[in-house]
């Protein structure tokens, strides 16, 4: 099992950065495929980007690919999410996610654990 705790959100204007962390406590965390997901204001929870558990191969949502990145740090069970080039459309609940052993997963179904959620607020 793994607990999922998001940081980093906040305010920031369009055209900014912005960089979210997701720390997990428990075991194992190498062998978890994380992802970050977002819920805009009045919407339902759309994939922004995953990271593979087994080669760490990146995929993302195409509303955000040349913007955002997603990285992992398996030393410090952390997972990030840079964002540049920040948009108001990108105003949302980040939450960051993890599954045992799959990889390639943007369906939020396919997902076990889920963090508490960060707010992210681009002023235009």
């Known amino acids: 099992q793994v607990q999922l705790v998001e940081s980093g959100g906040g305010l920031v204007q369009a055209g900014g950065s912005l960089r979210l962390s997701c720390a997990a406590s428990g075991r194992s965390f190498s062998t978890y495929s994380m992802a970050w997901f977002r819920q805009p204001p009045g919407k339902e929870r759309e994939f922004v980007a995953g990271?593979?558990?087994?080669?760490?191969?990146?995929y993302y949502a195409d509303s955000v690919k040349g913007r955002f990145t997603i990285s992992r740090d398996n030393a410090k069970n952390t997972v990030y999410l840079q964002l540049n080039s920040v948009e108001p459309d990108d105003t949302a609940v980040f939450y960051c996610?993890?599954?045992?052993?799959?990889?390639?997963?943007?369906?939020?179904?396919?997902?076990?654990?889920w963090g508490q959620g960060t707010q992210v607020t681009v002023s235009s």
């Open positions: 990271i593979n558990w087994s080669d760490s191969r990146t």
């Open positions: 996610a993890a599954v045992l052993y799959r990889n390639y997963n943007r369906n939020w179904r396919a997902f076990d654990y």
